[in-house]
């Protein structure tokens, strides 16, 4: 499995980033797709997710209304689209993959197995 993120990049409080995580060598079916953030010297915190199969979207508290999480089958390919950006959306975004997830278990980030090598994103004041 590979997992590419990419998009990230240095803006201002209010702009806008799409990130993009191109995938590899999955069952798609069977997947859902998420982006984790973790800023530094905290935790790698739920973002957005969205099953492949069916395309229900999760969102973590701290985007919903703000973020919004897509995929685009033909190209293997999921984008956050991220607006209004906050100082404190600062981290490293990752893009990741769990397996027959129940909805349950969308948000708990020890149910993924893949994740790529991160992108950063940095919003200044």
């Known amino acids: 499995v590979q997992l590419q993120a990419s998009g990230g990049g240095l803006v201002q409080a209010g702009d806008s980033l799409r990130l993009s995580c191109a995938a590899s060598g999955l069952t798609f079916r069977d997947a859902t797709m998420a982006w984790f953030r973790q800023a530094p010297g905290k935790d790698r915190e739920f973002v957005a997710g969205i099953r492949w199969s069916g395309g229900n979207r999760y969102y973590g508290d701290a985007v919903k209304g703000r973020f919004a999480i897509s995929k685009d089958t033909a190209k293997n390919t999921m984008y956050l689209q991220m607006d209004s950006l906050k100082p404190e959306d600062t981290a490293v975004y990752y893009c990741?993959?769990?397996?027959?997830?129940?909805?349950?278990?969308?948000?708990?980030?020890?149910?993924?197995?893949?994740w790529g090598q991160g992108t950063q994103v940095t919003v200044s004041s």
């Open positions: 990741e993959v769990g397996m027959r997830l129940i909805a349950s278990t969308v948000r708990s980030r020890d149910r993924y197995r893949y």
